[in-house]
Structure formats: C-alpha cells, structure tokens
C-alpha cells in the first residue's frame, strides 16, 4: 500500500522558512516526478514545484527563487524548502506521487497524495 506523509507545516511570520518533507513508503516510483501542490481557502489545489527522477526541477513562478524542491531517491523522502515565506503562501500543502506520464504540473496527472500539512505565514 503506497502511503505518502507529509511533516513540517506550522505558523510563521512573513519572510521566514519552513522546510516541508514528504515520506514515501510501499514502493519506489522509479522514473516518475514527485510534486508539491498546495491548496489555500476557497481555492483550487495548485502546482508549486516538481522533480522529476534525474534531478529535473519545475516550478510555478510565484515561488520561483524562494522555494527549492529536492528528493532523496535513496530514502524515498521528497522535501521542500521554503524561504522568504509570504502570507499569500498560506496553504495546505500537498506531496503527490504517480506512476504514469503527463502534463507535471497538473493535479489530475497525480495518482497519489499525501494528506496535507497547513502552511500559515501571518504578516
């Protein structure tokens, strides 16, 4: 049973960090991106950042110079550094996993999620 877990969400003031990570236990998705999505109030659940197997990293601009995506094959463990946070980052944020090709930025391409971790940045 593939389970993803997510740890590292809280509370922190506008212009902080925080460093998401994402466990991947159940199998080893060789050759397929690991992403982030998050997902604010009222919204629809959005890319944020992706990396693909070799090492190939995506994001979304808004996040562009401020968050860093990294994956550790090894431990199966997918993380997400957040620096320069702000309020409009407040989300809960989702790890997602797939094991069949698409678009990478789109939430239907993902067959697998964690559970979601809240993100606050207050200002």
């Known amino acids: 049973q593939v389970q993803l877990v997510e740890s590292g969400g809280g509370l922190v003031q506008a212009g902080g960090s925080l460093r998401l990570s994402c466990a991947l236990s159940g199998r080893t998705f060789t050759n397929f991106p690991m992403g982030w999505f998050r997902q604010a109030p009222g919204k629809e659940r959005e890319f944020v950042a992706a990396?693909?197997?070799?090492?190939?990293?995506y994001y979304v601009d808004s996040v562009k110079g401020r968050f860093t995506i990294s994956r550790d094959n090894a431990k199966n463990t997918m993380y997400l550094q957040m620096n320069s946070l702000k309020p409009e980052d407040t989300a809960v944020y989702y790890c997602?996993?797939?094991?069949?090709?698409?678009?990478?930025?789109?939430?239907?391409?993902?067959?697998?999620w964690g559970q979601g971790t809240q993100v606050t940045v207050s200002s």
């Open positions: 997602a996993a797939r094991d069949y090709s698409g678009n990478i930025g789109a939430v239907s391409s993902y067959n697998y």
């Open positions: 990396v693909t197997w070799s090492g190939t990293l």
